[in-house]
Protein backbone atom coordinates (compact mmCIF):
# COMPACT_ATOMS: atom_id res chain seq x y z
CA UNK A 1 0.00 0.00 0.00
CA UNK A 2 1.22 3.35 -1.19
CA UNK A 3 1.45 6.52 1.17
CA UNK A 4 -0.67 9.42 0.16
CA UNK A 5 0.43 12.88 1.40
CA UNK A 6 -2.93 15.21 2.26
CA UNK A 7 -2.15 19.07 2.27
CA UNK A 8 -2.59 20.39 5.56
CA UNK A 9 -2.40 24.41 4.29
CA UNK A 10 -4.51 25.99 1.75
CA UNK A 11 -2.10 27.18 -1.19
CA UNK A 12 -0.25 30.40 -0.38
CA UNK A 13 -2.58 33.27 -1.81
CA UNK A 14 -0.60 35.73 -3.58
CA UNK A 15 0.63 38.95 -1.31
CA UNK A 16 -1.08 41.32 -3.80
CA UNK A 17 -4.31 39.53 -4.40
CA UNK A 18 -4.40 38.95 -0.74
CA UNK A 19 -4.12 42.90 -0.42
CA UNK A 20 -6.84 44.14 -2.76
CA UNK A 21 -9.66 41.59 -1.78
CA UNK A 22 -8.75 42.86 1.45
CA UNK A 23 -8.85 46.62 0.82
CA UNK A 24 -12.00 45.27 -1.01
CA UNK A 25 -13.67 43.84 1.59
CA UNK A 26 -12.79 46.88 3.63
CA UNK A 27 -14.26 49.44 1.08
CA UNK A 28 -17.61 47.52 0.62
CA UNK A 29 -17.90 47.47 4.91
CA UNK A 30 -17.44 51.19 5.35
CA UNK A 31 -19.56 51.98 2.18
CA UNK A 32 -22.20 49.28 3.50
CA UNK A 33 -21.93 50.84 7.15
CA UNK A 34 -22.50 54.74 5.64
CA UNK A 35 -25.56 53.66 3.21
CA UNK A 36 -26.87 52.13 7.11
CA UNK A 37 -26.22 55.25 9.13
CA UNK A 38 -27.48 57.47 6.16
CA UNK A 39 -30.53 55.60 6.42
CA UNK A 40 -31.37 54.86 9.71
CA UNK A 41 -29.56 57.22 12.01
CA UNK A 42 -27.65 60.50 10.24
CA UNK A 43 -28.32 62.24 7.85
CA UNK A 44 -27.20 65.83 6.20
CA UNK A 45 -29.55 68.11 4.49
CA UNK A 46 -28.80 71.26 2.42
CA UNK A 47 -30.91 74.51 3.45
CA UNK A 48 -32.34 76.33 0.07
CA UNK A 49 -34.39 79.14 0.73
CA UNK A 50 -34.77 81.71 3.34
CA UNK A 51 -37.84 80.65 5.49
CA UNK A 52 -35.72 79.61 8.50
CA UNK A 53 -33.23 82.96 8.75
CA UNK A 54 -31.64 83.84 11.10
CA UNK A 55 -31.17 80.44 12.36
CA UNK A 56 -30.07 78.91 9.45
CA UNK A 57 -29.24 80.87 5.45
CA UNK A 58 -29.69 79.11 2.11
CA UNK A 59 -26.20 77.07 1.87
CA UNK A 60 -26.24 76.00 5.09
CA UNK A 61 -26.09 72.24 6.05
CA UNK A 62 -27.22 70.30 8.80
CA UNK A 63 -27.28 66.99 10.28
CA UNK A 64 -30.49 65.37 11.02
CA UNK A 65 -30.67 62.49 13.65
CA UNK A 66 -33.70 59.81 12.06
CA UNK A 67 -33.52 58.12 15.37
CA UNK A 68 -34.79 60.85 17.88
CA UNK A 69 -38.37 60.21 17.62
CA UNK A 70 -38.00 56.47 17.85
CA UNK A 71 -36.59 57.46 21.09
CA UNK A 72 -38.93 59.91 22.24
CA UNK A 73 -41.80 62.26 21.73
CA UNK A 74 -41.61 65.44 19.39
CA UNK A 75 -41.00 68.62 21.51
CA UNK A 76 -42.37 72.21 20.78
CA UNK A 77 -39.22 74.06 19.47
CA UNK A 78 -37.86 71.08 17.61
CA UNK A 79 -36.72 71.93 14.04
CA UNK A 80 -37.20 69.46 11.78
CA UNK A 81 -36.81 68.08 8.49
CA UNK A 82 -40.02 66.32 6.84
CA UNK A 83 -41.50 65.04 4.17
CA UNK A 84 -43.91 67.35 2.05
CA UNK A 85 -46.11 65.57 0.04
CA UNK A 86 -47.99 67.11 -3.02
CA UNK A 87 -50.08 66.31 -5.78
CA UNK A 88 -50.16 67.97 -9.09
CA UNK A 89 -52.07 66.89 -11.99
CA UNK A 90 -52.34 63.13 -11.02
CA UNK A 91 -47.86 63.52 -10.16
CA UNK A 92 -47.23 62.85 -6.96
CA UNK A 93 -43.92 65.11 -5.92
CA UNK A 94 -41.88 64.79 -2.04
CA UNK A 95 -40.40 68.13 -1.04
CA UNK A 96 -37.88 67.86 2.42
CA UNK A 97 -38.94 70.60 4.26
CA UNK A 98 -37.37 72.26 7.92
CA UNK A 99 -39.03 74.14 9.92
CA UNK A 100 -39.83 74.48 13.87
CA UNK A 101 -41.93 72.59 15.73
CA UNK A 102 -44.85 75.18 17.43
CA UNK A 103 -47.62 73.13 18.39
CA UNK A 104 -48.01 69.37 19.33
CA UNK A 105 -51.25 67.10 18.97
CA UNK A 106 -54.01 68.35 20.51
CA UNK A 107 -52.56 71.86 21.40
CA UNK A 108 -54.43 74.80 20.41
CA UNK A 109 -52.57 77.54 18.22
CA UNK A 110 -53.47 80.22 17.03
CA UNK A 111 -51.56 83.74 15.99
CA UNK A 112 -53.16 87.55 17.54
CA UNK A 113 -51.42 90.56 16.14
CA UNK A 114 -48.29 88.69 15.01
CA UNK A 115 -47.83 86.44 18.55
CA UNK A 116 -47.98 82.81 18.69
CA UNK A 117 -50.41 81.78 21.31
CA UNK A 118 -50.44 77.83 22.01
CA UNK A 119 -52.75 76.55 24.74
CA UNK A 120 -53.94 80.59 25.79
CA UNK A 121 -49.97 81.42 26.53
CA UNK A 122 -48.18 83.54 24.48
CA UNK A 123 -44.81 81.73 23.23
CA UNK A 124 -41.41 83.03 23.98
CA UNK A 125 -39.56 83.02 20.45
CA UNK A 126 -35.58 84.42 21.00
CA UNK A 127 -34.76 82.69 17.49
CA UNK A 128 -36.67 85.59 15.57
CA UNK A 129 -34.94 88.14 13.85
CA UNK A 130 -35.28 91.26 15.86
CA UNK A 131 -34.83 93.74 12.78
CA UNK A 132 -37.95 91.82 11.21
CA UNK A 133 -39.77 92.36 14.65
CA UNK A 134 -39.42 96.19 14.27
CA UNK A 135 -41.48 96.30 11.03
CA UNK A 136 -44.42 97.83 11.90
CA UNK A 137 -46.31 96.51 8.48
CA UNK A 138 -48.07 92.88 10.03
CA UNK A 139 -47.61 91.49 6.92
CA UNK A 140 -43.64 92.25 6.78
CA UNK A 141 -43.22 91.43 10.37
CA UNK A 142 -45.24 87.67 10.46
CA UNK A 143 -46.96 87.57 6.99
CA UNK A 144 -50.21 86.09 8.63
CA UNK A 145 -50.67 88.75 11.19
CA UNK A 146 -54.09 86.96 12.59
CA UNK A 147 -55.22 83.38 13.08
CA UNK A 148 -58.03 81.99 14.45
CA UNK A 149 -57.88 79.06 17.17
CA UNK A 150 -57.60 76.11 16.17
CA UNK A 151 -56.56 72.48 18.09
CA UNK A 152 -54.04 70.40 16.42
CA UNK A 153 -55.53 66.81 15.22
CA UNK A 154 -54.14 64.02 16.83
CA UNK A 155 -50.54 62.69 15.32
CA UNK A 156 -50.00 66.04 13.65
CA UNK A 157 -47.79 68.81 14.39
CA UNK A 158 -48.10 72.13 13.60
CA UNK A 159 -44.68 74.45 12.09
CA UNK A 160 -43.48 77.41 11.36
CA UNK A 161 -40.57 78.87 9.34
CA UNK A 162 -38.05 81.27 12.30
CA UNK A 163 -38.55 83.96 8.91
CA UNK A 164 -42.19 84.20 9.42
CA UNK A 165 -42.63 86.39 6.40
CA UNK A 166 -40.82 84.14 4.02
CA UNK A 167 -41.55 81.21 5.30
CA UNK A 168 -44.50 78.68 3.57
CA UNK A 169 -45.89 76.37 6.46
CA UNK A 170 -48.51 75.03 8.92
CA UNK A 171 -50.56 78.41 8.28
CA UNK A 172 -50.78 77.67 4.39
CA UNK A 173 -50.71 74.24 4.95
CA UNK A 174 -52.23 72.77 7.89
CA UNK A 175 -50.41 70.75 10.47
CA UNK A 176 -48.60 67.84 9.08
CA UNK A 177 -48.34 64.39 10.47
CA UNK A 178 -45.82 63.01 12.65
CA UNK A 179 -45.25 60.21 9.91
CA UNK A 180 -44.27 62.99 8.08
CA UNK A 181 -41.31 63.76 9.67
CA UNK A 182 -37.89 62.56 8.77
CA UNK A 183 -35.90 63.84 11.94
CA UNK A 184 -34.55 66.27 13.95
CA UNK A 185 -31.96 68.66 12.71
CA UNK A 186 -29.58 69.12 15.71
CA UNK A 187 -26.57 70.85 14.54
CA UNK A 188 -25.06 73.45 11.34
CA UNK A 189 -22.30 71.48 10.13
CA UNK A 190 -21.20 73.91 6.97
CA UNK A 191 -20.49 76.66 7.04
CA UNK A 192 -17.33 76.13 9.42
CA UNK A 193 -17.51 79.79 10.68
CA UNK A 194 -21.51 78.63 11.18
CA UNK A 195 -20.80 75.57 13.03
CA UNK A 196 -22.84 75.14 16.19
CA UNK A 197 -25.81 73.13 17.88
CA UNK A 198 -29.76 74.01 17.28
Not at 13 to 19: D, L, N, S
Not at 23 to 31: E, H, P, T
Not at 117 to 126: A, L
Request: charged share 20%.
Amino acid sequence: MTEQTIPTDAPETHPVTKAIRDWFLVVVLALGAALLVRVYVLQQFYISGPSMETTLFGNNRVLVNKLSYRMHDIHRGDVVVFDRVTTSDGTISHDDLIKRVIALPNDTVEIKNCIVIVNSRPTVEPYLDKDVLDFTDPVNRCRVANMPVQTVPAKKIFVMGDNRPESFDSRSFGPISESLVVGRAFAIVWPLNRISTL
